[in-house]
T-cell receptor
Framework: EAGVVQSPRYKIIEKKQPVAFWCNPISGHNTLYWYRQNLGQGPELLIRYENEEAVDDSQLPKDRFSAERLKGVDSTLKIQPAELGDSAVYLC???????????FGQGTRLTVV | AQSVTQPDIHITVSEGASLELRCNYSYGATPYLFWYVQSPGQGLQLLLKYFSGDTLVQGIKGFEAEFKRSQSSFNLRKPSVHWSDAAEYFCAVGMYSGGGADGLTFGKGTHLIIQP
């Protein structure tokens, strides 16, 4: 069974530029999460989808971040414009639903210069 | 809101020695508890999970964890560590509501160093 796939693995952009991350969850997993992991910290939840509906986006900085999950499968997380403080690893995870059991992708390491 | 505390930022253990990583949580009900491991440049791999039942849970790679409700703890143990166990370890708490599987709350992690 294929795991959670994310791309790109690494991204370097200049501040004020836009950037997008893509995630393909495990087949059949209705729940999809985006997390941000700052250096030396644990991941922090940005948004959770149940199928195509964003059911928890309370931690998503909505002035510059947006996300979508078309057809309840793949998802895209976008930042526009990026700031220096957005440098982090962005992790996507999916879950079959029970108890938050989540399987993570390898993440996208974003560096904003 | 739930929270997770991993009191040890770094732990150094000799290869072959036993290991215990501490985790304390704050949550109003019985939580779902997890341990994940993260190698450099990699995503998080699930080591083990506790949902209910037997408070001693077995995971992959020879790890186990014990849920102690009275101490709000979920410590991770391994009887004999290998050099390949060097990594970052994260404890996490989750919940399942009527709306689905809520996101996890993670601790800040414990960096495990293995001495030869």
């Amino acid at each position: 069974e294929a795991g959670v796939v994310q791309s790109p693995r690494y991204k370097i952009i200049e501040k004020k530029q836009p950037v997008a991350f893509w995630c393909n969850p495990i087949s059949g997993h209705n729940t999809l999460y985006w997390y941000r992991q700052n250096l030396g910290q644990g991941p922090e939840l940005l948004i959770r989808y149940e199928n195509e509906e964003a059911v928890d986006d309370s931690q998503l900085p909505k002035d510059r971040f947006s996300a979508e999950r078309l057809k309840g499968v793949d998802s895209t997380l976008k930042i526009q414009p990026a700031e220096l403080g957005d440098s982090a690893v962005y992790l996507c995870a999916s879950s079959p639903g029970r108890g938050g059991l989540a399987f993570f992708g390898q993440g996208t390491r974003l560096t904003v210069v | 809101a739930q929270s997770v505390t991993q009191p040890d930022i770094h732990i150094t253990v000799s290869e072959g020695a036993s290991l215990e990583l501490r985790c304390n949580y704050s949550y109003g009900a019985t939580p779902y508890l997890f341990w994940y491991v993260q190698s450099p440049g990699q995503g998080l791999q699930l080591l083990l999970k506790y949902f209910s039942g037997d408070t001693l849970v077995q995971g992959i790679k020879g790890f186990e964890a014990e849920f102690k409700r009275s101490q709000s703890s979920f410590n991770l143990r391994k009887p004999s560590v290998h050099w390949s166990d060097a990594a970052e370890y994260f404890c996490a708490v989750g919940m399942y509501s009527g709306g689905g599987a809520d996101g996890l709350t993670f601790g800040k992690g414990t960096h495990l160093i293995i001495q030869p």
